[in-house]
């Protein structure tokens, strides 16, 4: 062999090279992608009163402390709100369907043939769940009945007594949402990457705010319960929103942790 062929050989690029090189670059910004992917949460929210838990969708989550917000600001005890839960959980199961029996839509299959409202009013959450309380109050001594018999003087179902097999699970969203015991809802999510707080809230959470939860609300000084109720209303609605932390009385809940945690600056105002 020559000493020219020796060279040669001595520089040779091994085929698989270039290829190799290659396939690390593009691994190397898919990667990163794909462990992010991978690695989204899939957005859950839960009820807690003390051993008894139940899991909620984000979308049952929202109805369900829309229901409870609208009841307490109409002034309604807690028990017009159990009622209104397992109403919704029966009818609907919390989701406000564009569909049912006949012309029965929304959260409580409310019927615009019967008088219950427009069909935008009957799947417009925060109307119905009013619209259903109004029915509610007309029942002559409904603050003493069942939540089982009262809610069928309101719907008038063809299965009077179905409603009852939700009155446990009413019970417990009712006393995390009207403020009975607090940091009782929660919801886990990938954190928004630009959370919305008080000072950049969009004009759809704002008209959402008026309209759900009224006044005294977000930034006002407000007793334990009132509290509360605001509170879970804002970690009910956060994945919609795009909220990252909600706080208030001595507990902080933030999206990427999925959880209320002590926080000794969280105060009488309900923040965001």
């Not at 007309?138 to 939540?147: C, F």
């Not at 334990?224 to 902080?252: E, P």
Request: hydrophobic share 45%; glycine share 8%.
């Amino acid at each position: 062999m020559t000493p020219a062929s020796r060279r040669s050989r001595t520089h040779r690029v091994p085929w698989w090279l270039p290829t190799s090189v290659v396939l690390l670059a593009v691994l190397a910004v898919v990667w990163p992608a794909v462990r992010a992917r991978r690695a989204r949460v899939t957005p859950t929210c839960r009820v807690t009163n003390g051993t008894v838990s139940y899991g909620l969708t984000p979308a049952q989550a929202q109805n369900a402390t829309t229901i409870a917000t609208v009841g307490k600001a109409m002034g309604l005890a807690d028990h017009a709100v159990t009622i209104a839960l397992a109403t919704s959980l029966q009818e609907a199961r919390l989701l406000n369907l564009p569909y049912g029996d006949r012309d029965s839509l929304g959260l409580f299959q409310q019927r615009p043939s019967q008088g219950w409202g427009t069909r935008t009013e009957v799947t417009t959450p925060h109307v119905a769940a009013e619209l259903f309380y109004r029915h509610l109050a007309q029942v002559p001594g409904w603050e003493a009945l069942p939540v089982t018999v009262a809610a069928q003087r309101v719907q008038h179902s063809a299965a009077p007594t179905a409603y009852a097999q939700w009155e446990a699970e009413a019970r417990v969203l009712a006393v995390a949402l009207t403020g009975e015991s607090g940091a009782g809802l929660t919801c886990h999510f990938d954190a928004p990457s630009h959370p919305v707080t008080a000072t950049t809230t969009d004009p759809a959470l704002r008209t959402a705010l008026a309209d759900e939860v009224g006044l005294p609300g977000p930034g006002d000084a407000l007793d334990r319960a009132r509290g509360w109720t605001v509170a879970s209303w804002l970690v009910g609605h956060a994945d919609r929103f795009g909220i990252g932390q909600v706080s208030f009385d001595g507990h902080r809940w933030t999206a990427a942790t999925g959880a209320w945690r002590a926080d000794p600056l969280a105060d009488a105002r309900v923040r965001y």
